[in-house]
């Protein structure tokens, strides 16, 4: 159980153009979901959080305008990036958890997306 | 920053050694967890130790926590060329704004040689 998808795992595009990233939590219901970026052999930097049915909480740093979240139900939120500029090329994770408090809780990941702006 | 620390940065061994990662961190905790990857694919959770925990197992995983010194460590057992991969720290807390989040480590890059 606690699986998480994305789609697509890899998108091409032109800079200028909009790009939406899916992520599903498939055999679970995921009341938060987080967006994070990691660039080729750095760590993961965490984007947003968002809760299924209110706005994200973004992180300093990340612009809301360009990184639009929606999380309208517990199995699915979209990431898309607006705009899209070469520098926005990275690879994009989402993780999904069942709760937001409680001692200890576990983050399951999806596989990745990987964007290349051209 | 609450951003952990991991060190070695990069790890190279032969198959059937043992595998030592540290972690450190800056802040309390609610709970550290080790996470995997595999170059370019997703995250694999690994084990979750709480605050008030100081080891645990988990097959040839073993993970010890010491919240004095804000330190963890991830030993890998009996290492195999298909434990080759990146292993991250997260560290588990509540932000000023009361916020829970994964804060990670930077990672290190392990490489098993047959």
């Known amino acids: 159980g606690a699986v998480v998808s994305q789609h697509p795992s890899w998108v091409i595009c032109k800079s200028g153009t909009s790009v939406k990233i899916e992520c599903r939590s498939l055999?679970?219901?995921?009341?938060?979901m987080f967006w994070y970026r990691q660039f080729p052999k750095q760590s993961l930097m965490l984007m947003a959080t968002s809760n299924e049915g209110s706005k994200a909480t973004y992180e300093q740093g990340v612009e809301k305008d360009k990184f639009l979240i929606n999380h309208a139900s517990l199995t699915l939120s979209t990431l898309t990036v607006t705009s899209a500029h070469p520098e926005d090329s990275s690879f994009y994770i989402c993780?999904?958890?069942?709760?937001?408090?409680?001692?200890?809780?576990?983050?399951?990941f999806g596989p990745g997306t990987r964007l290349t702006v051209t | 920053s609450q951003q952990g620390e991991e060190d070695p940065q990069a790890l190279s061994i032969q198959e059937g050694e043992n595998a030592t990662m540290n972690c450190s961190y800056k802040t309390s905790i609610n709970n550290l967890q080790w996470y995997r990857q595999n170059s370019g694919r997703g995250l694999v959770h690994l084990i979750l130790?709480?605050?008030n925990e100081r080891e645990k197992h988990s097959g040839r995983l073993r993970v010890t926590l010491d919240t004095s010194k804000k330190s963890s460590s991830l030993l890998i057992t009996a290492s195999r060329a298909a434990d080759t991969a990146s292993y991250f720290c997260?560290?588990?807390?509540?932000?000023?704004?009361?916020?829970?989040?994964?804060?990670w480590g930077l990672g290190t890059s392990l490489a098993v040689n047959p």
């Open positions: 997260a560290t588990d807390f509540y932000n000023a704004g009361n916020n829970r989040k994964l804060i």
């Open positions: 993780s999904a958890s069942r709760g937001t408090s409680g001692f200890s809780y576990e983050q399951y």
């Open positions: 130790i709480r605050s």
């Open positions: 055999d679970f219901q995921a009341t938060t």
